[in-house]
């Protein structure tokens, strides 16, 4: 069966890339009837978070990623764990890393070394004054077992690593990047557990994916660098190789890497602006892969389908916004009115303005919400695209112009079009009946339609840009727009 796993490190909020992997363990997976799993790998104590786990969880329930294998949250929102390859999250393992440990010390495939930091510092400062590749020199790989063990009892500080072998070559079968072959000689000595008895990435990943079970190791091009390590760990075991696919790196427009001193990053940071989970996965799924067709819009259900390594980029993925609010705009578009409205409510919620009005009428807010739903790309821009409903804004006189009128003109064409409205009926007043009987009058008297529509449009929003002045007049009512009519006819 084909199992793949997200395994991320709670030292910070969950980021795009790491939603982009854990969507192609998730795609792959599924298409394959197979198993995906959520591993918590936080044996780096130093930069844990404390709501990291809660934040990953959170992140990849809201993108619609359900978990079959590993940590999840049970029915009261607590952090539990599910499946019979645990623990999933890699400090309640360390029993399992020590076993496998003492079995590579005692095959002579790995080591005790007691080089203190000051003497590792002293060694990279002469290989980079020498001009040579930086990493550990060996010192203590020949140390005798027994003389080791008694400096440990002794209470003496040290480190494992393991003896990683220095000719010949490693290969890799990558399914995004082919064949890649490793020289031997320049691979140190990785260290395997630490000063703090908790094992490093390395090991701990090796020995996690084979037990439980892991086929396909799916991750970011970065840790192409410690593939010979993996590999040299797998054979130490005489365990059979998972499958390899390392993902381009996602980049800024300028082609730098991706990093939150230049934006946001974290999936969170993008839910709380209104950004749609269907819009994001979406997204992320084009971040280095391409379906090889014309479809841009892909649901869930068709990326299982779609989805195949082969047509994934081994170079960098370009993180375009303008194609992420396009998309999403897109989704807003799709969506019902009464979605959109229960999705857009909390952010109206959110702004220091809308205490004010106290609308309860559900219908009557999502009339206005409405007058967004084609034009807005995130949710989070709605309530002030459509503040002027509640609060006209202020603007100068000369914005009414139509484009080669006067003052006078547009005065004029104001007045006439005031005069027209206050003869429709109050029942008479929805957007249907306004639009055909204020385009009759156009016709009828040769009137340009920019010379009534825009001092129109812009005397009962008080914007350059804002839905058409139909929709707006429906929501405003008779008294409310002929109102803004007569303060536009005041400036």
């Given at each position: 069966?084909?199992?793949?796993?997200?395994?991320?490190?709670?030292?910070?909020?969950?980021?795009?890339?790491?939603?982009?992997?854990?969507?192609?363990?998730?795609?792959?997976?599924?298409?394959?009837?197979?198993?995906?799993?959520?591993?918590?790998e936080?044996?780096?104590?130093?930069?844990?978070?404390?709501?990291?786990?809660?934040?990953?969880?959170?992140?990849?329930?809201?993108?619609?990623?359900?978990?079959?294998?590993?940590?999840?949250?049970?029915?009261?929102?607590?952090?539990?764990?599910?499946?019979?390859?645990?623990?999933?999250?890699?400090?309640?393992?360390?029993?399992?890393?020590?076993?496998?440990?003492?079995?590579?010390?005692?095959?002579?495939?790995?080591?005790?070394?007691?080089?203190?930091?000051?003497?590792?510092?002293?060694?990279?400062k002469?290989?980079?004054?020498?001009?040579?590749?930086?990493?550990?020199?060996?010192?203590?790989?020949n140390?005798?077992?027994?003389?080791?063990k008694?400096?440990?009892?002794?209470?003496?500080?040290?480190?494992?690593?393991?003896?990683?072998?220095?000719?010949?070559?490693?290969?890799?079968?990558?399914?995004?990047?082919?064949?890649?072959?490793?020289?031997?000689?320049?691979?140190d000595?990785?260290?395997?557990?630490?000063?703090?008895?908790?094992?490093t990435?390395?090991?701990?990943?090796?020995?996690?994916?084979?037990?439980?079970?892991?086929?396909?190791?799916?991750?970011?091009?970065?840790?192409?660098?410690?593939?010979?390590?993996?590999?040299?760990?797998?054979?130490?075991?005489?365990?059979?190789?998972?499958?390899?696919a390392?993902?381009?790196?996602?980049?800024?427009?300028?082609?730098?890497?991706?990093?939150?001193?230049?934006?946001?990053?974290?999936v969170?940071?993008?839910?709380?602006?209104?950004?749609?989970?269907?819009?994001?996965?979406?997204?992320?799924?084009?971040?280095?892969?391409?379906?090889?067709?014309?479809?841009?819009?892909?649901?869930?259900?068709?990326?299982?389908?779609?989805?195949?390594?082969?047509?994934?980029?081994?170079?960098?993925?370009?993180?375009?916004?303008?194609?992420?609010?396009?998309?999403?705009?897109?989704?807003?578009?799709?969506?019902?009115?009464?979605?959109?409205?229960?999705?857009?409510?909390?952010?109206f919620?959110?702004?220091?303005?809308?205490?004010?009005?106290?609308?309860?009428?559900?219908?009557?807010?999502?009339?206005?919400?409405?007058?967004?739903?084609?034009?807005?790309?995130?949710?989070?821009?709605?309530?002030?695209?459509?503040?002027?409903?509640?609060?006209?804004?202020?603007?100068?006189?000369?914005?009414?112009?139509?484009?080669?009128?006067?003052?006078?003109?547009?005065?004029?064409?104001?007045?006439?079009?005031?005069?027209?409205?206050?003869?429709?009926?109050?029942?008479?007043?929805?957007?249907?009946?306004?639009?055909?009987?204020?385009?009759?009058?156009?016709?009828?008297?040769?009137?340009?339609?920019?010379?009534?529509?825009?001092?129109?449009?812009?005397?009962?929003?008080?914007?350059?840009?804002?839905?058409?002045p139909?929709?707006?007049?429906?929501?405003?009512?008779?008294?409310?727009t002929?109102?803004?009519?007569?303060?536009?006819?005041?400036?």
């Amino acid at each position: 069966m084909i199992k793949t796993r997200f395994a991320p490190s709670p030292t910070g909020y969950l980021h795009v890339g790491g939603l982009r992997t854990a969507l192609f363990d998730y795609l792959l997976a599924k298409q394959n009837n197979g198993s995906f799993v959520l591993r918590i790998e936080d044996t780096d104590r130093n930069r844990l978070v404390q709501d990291g786990i809660e934040n990953i969880l959170k992140s990849l329930n809201w993108a619609g990623l359900e978990i079959d294998e590993g940590v999840v949250f049970d029915n009261q929102g607590k952090i539990n764990q599910k499946g019979d390859c645990g623990p999933y999250i890699q400090s309640e393992r360390l029993e399992i890393y020590h076993k496998y440990i003492d079995q590579l010390i005692n095959q002579g495939d790995a080591y005790y070394c007691f080089c203190d930091k000051n003497r590792l510092e002293e060694l990279r400062k002469e290989q980079e004054l020498n001009k040579k590749p930086t990493g550990y020199d060996g010192h203590c790989r020949n140390l005798n077992i027994e003389e080791a063990k008694k400096r440990i009892a002794q209470g003496e500080k040290y480190v494992v690593r393991m003896k990683m072998p220095k000719t010949g070559e490693t290969i890799l079968e990558d399914l995004v990047r082919g064949q890649i072959v490793f020289k031997n000689e320049i691979s140190d000595d990785q260290v395997i557990l630490k000063e703090d008895g908790f094992p490093t990435y390395h090991l701990a990943v090796v020995v996690d994916d084979h037990l439980m079970g892991i086929t396909h190791v799916i991750r970011g091009e970065e840790w192409l660098s410690s593939v010979p390590k993996h590999i040299t760990l797998y054979k130490m075991f005489n365990w059979e190789l998972p499958q390899f696919a390392h993902l381009p790196l996602l980049l800024n427009p300028d082609k730098s890497k991706l990093s939150k001193r230049q934006g946001d990053v974290a999936v969170e940071d993008y839910t709380k602006k209104g950004y749609l989970p269907e819009a994001l996965i979406n997204f992320a799924a084009f971040l280095g892969w391409n379906p090889g067709t014309d479809q841009e819009i892909f649901s869930l259900e068709e990326l299982i389908k779609s989805f195949d390594f082969k047509k994934v980029n081994k170079s960098g993925a370009v993180f375009n916004l303008e194609k992420l609010d396009w998309l999403n705009g897109q989704y807003i578009k799709k969506m019902s009115l009464n979605k959109l409205t229960e999705l857009t409510l909390p952010f109206f919620e959110k702004t220091d303005w809308w205490s004010k009005y106290e609308i309860k009428d559900k219908e009557q807010i999502a009339q206005i919400i409405a007058l967004e739903k084609d034009r807005a790309k995130i949710l989070s821009t709605i309530p002030e695209a459509v503040k002027f409903i509640f609060e006209l804004p202020d603007y100068e006189k000369e914005l009414l112009i139509w484009k080669k009128t006067d003052l006078d003109e547009t005065k004029n064409k104001l007045k006439i079009i005031s005069n027209f409205l206050q003869e429709i009926s109050n029942e008479e007043w929805e957007k249907e009946i306004l639009e055909k009987m204020v385009f009759v009058f156009i016709e009828k008297n040769n009137f340009g339609v920019g010379d009534i529509l825009w001092p129109l449009r812009i005397a009962i929003s008080g914007q350059k840009n804002s839905p058409g002045p139909f929709e707006i007049m429906a929501i405003l009512k008779k008294e409310e727009t002929i109102k803004r009519i007569n303060l536009a006819l005041k400036k």
